[in-house]
């Protein structure tokens, strides 16, 4: 593995360097998002100052379908290759899709109270969510079980790596489903806005501010990755040093 990541999570003076630039530019995106999500953009017409959350749920929904894809994929390279770093980065890529989904559900369901007048409903959106948070924290789970039991090394051994990455894979049948309920059935939640077949129906500052967003909770899901890859790898036994080689005799 020889990719511009992984150099990234190496133990370094120049990888934490680059880390910490990574980590700043994330930072000055989010205060752009945040200004032109706060401030800059209009509220919605029908829904006012509430519409406002989209810049918060949105981002949190989409970056989480993306870290779902990051397991999906450094599962897959780790069962054709066996190289356990994949698996780190699987499961680092799983605790943010995690917290991505639940701040997804959290924001939503406030949104919906504003909206609708309601926590929660039986919709298909919100229950497929739900199945996908559950999905991925069984997947975490399975794999502190399965270390528990074998006394194997969470993110350093195949017995964890080889089940938590078929089980990951499964779990991604779940991100369609729940990116295309609002088109196979009924729901109270909108369809697609910036993806739709149609112009856009979205205000013009509107677009920029939620693109900022989605750039931003992008870069900061990336430096949170990278930053429990290292601390995963960190924690990893140092490996024995080579025995020194006593001189060969002549004569």
């Known amino acids: ?6 150099d990234l999570v190496a133990d370094t003076a120049r990888a934490a360097a680059a880390r910490r630039t990574a980590a700043w530019l994330a930072g000055g995106l989010t205060a752009a998002a945040a200004v032109a999500g706060g401030w800059l953009a209009p509220p919605d017409a029908a829904q006012g100052q509430a519409q406002r959350l989209m810049y918060l749920h949105v981002p949190a929904a989409w970056v989480a379908y993306v870290a779902f894809a990051v397991v999906l994929a450094a ?24 917290v991505l989904t639940a701040v997804a559900i959290g924001t939503g369901s406030i949104w919906g109270h504003l909206v609708w007048g309601t926590w929660w409903a039986w919709d298909p959106r919100l229950v497929s969510t739900a199945l996908l948070l559950c999905a991925y ?9 399965v270390s528990e039991r ?16 078929m089980v990951g894979a499964a779990g991604f049948l779940l991100v369609p489903v729940v990116h295309f ?10 369809q697609a806005t910036v993806l739709a077949p149609q112009r856009p ?16 909770a992008t870069l900061v899901a990336f430096c949170m990755v990278l930053h429990r890859v ?8 140092s490996p024995a040093p080579a025995p020194e080689r006593s001189p060969a005799r002549v004569g």
Do not use: N
């Open 75 to 98: 599962g897959g390279a780790y069962l054709i290759g066996g190289d356990l770093r994949w698996d780190r980065f699987a499961r680092a890529a799983a605790e943010v899709g995690v």
């Open 150 to 165: 074998t006394g194997a090394r969470d993110g350093g051994d195949h017995r964890v790596a080889r089940p938590a990455a």
């Open 137 to 145: 924290a069984g997947y975490l789970a399975l794999r502190r079980a």
């Open 230 to 237: 290292v601390r995963l790898e960190r924690r990893l036994p």
């Open 201 to 216: 129906p979205i205000d013009a500052r509107m677009g920029v501010a939620l693109l900022l967003a989605v750039a931003a």
């Open 181 to 190: 309920s609002v088109v196979w059935w009924r729901s109270l939640h909108q």
């Open 1 to 6: 593995m020889r990719a511009s990541t992984v």
